[in-house]
């Protein structure tokens, strides 16, 4: 018989200047890369040096496999900004975003995306190059074959950076974070 491996989620608390604004489902790791980017991809803060403190908490809560009964817990980043958009601030709500269902309301979505002015293309056969280096990288996924990967490369197809989560958007807010 073949061991199942499966990834585990944790949840993640995101505070932006004092208030709660998500609740996630991840895959543990990245966690301040995670809310940095989810901050600047839903607008609630305009731009990375509006950002001025990602702090990563940890409380001891119980755990069953610790020692000592207690164990760190990595689920609260609090983010300080200058700038934040207020009036997303002002609405009374927290998201809670599980790994399976994206959040899908693309209203106005023309409106918050910058165009892009680049006259840059990328070849066909670039792009299938660049998938086959995902594909020796995805440590998660080879594993267990239930996680999504997200990278950025530069324009000669070299990886600046990927991440793994268990949620494709996650992945990705891991990337831009």
């Known amino acids: 018989m073949i061991p199942d491996l499966v990834a585990m989620e944790e949840p993640l ?39 001025t403190l990602i702090h990563h908490c940890g409380q001891s809560s119980p755990m069953v496999d610790s020692e000592d009964g207690l164990e760190e817990s990595r689920n609260l980043i609090q983010i300080r900004a ?3 958009n207020e009036a997303l601030l002002r ?24 165009r892009c002015e680049s006259d ?32 950025l490369f530069d324009l000669s197809g070299e990886l600046v950076v990927f991440k793994e989560d268990i949620g494709r958007h996650n992945a990705i807010d891991k990337v831009i974070g």
């Open 13 to 51: 608390v995101i505070e932006l200047n004092g208030k709660t604004v998500a609740v996630m489902m991840r895959l543990p790791g990245d966690e301040k890369e995670l809310a940095a980017g989810f901050c600047i991809s839903e607008g609630l803060v305009p731009h990375f040096q509006d950002i």
């Open 82 to 84: 200058k700038r934040v």
């Open 91 to 114: 609405e009374d709500k927290v998201m809670m975003i599980r790994s399976g269902c994206g959040r899908a309301d693309v209203r106005g979505l023309d409106e918050l995306l910058p």
């Open 120 to 151: 840059s293309k990328v070849s066909l056969e670039t792009i299938f190059s660049l998938v086959r280096k995902l594909q020796g990288v995805q440590i998660v996924y080879q594993m267990n074959r239930g996680s999504h990967i997200a990278a």
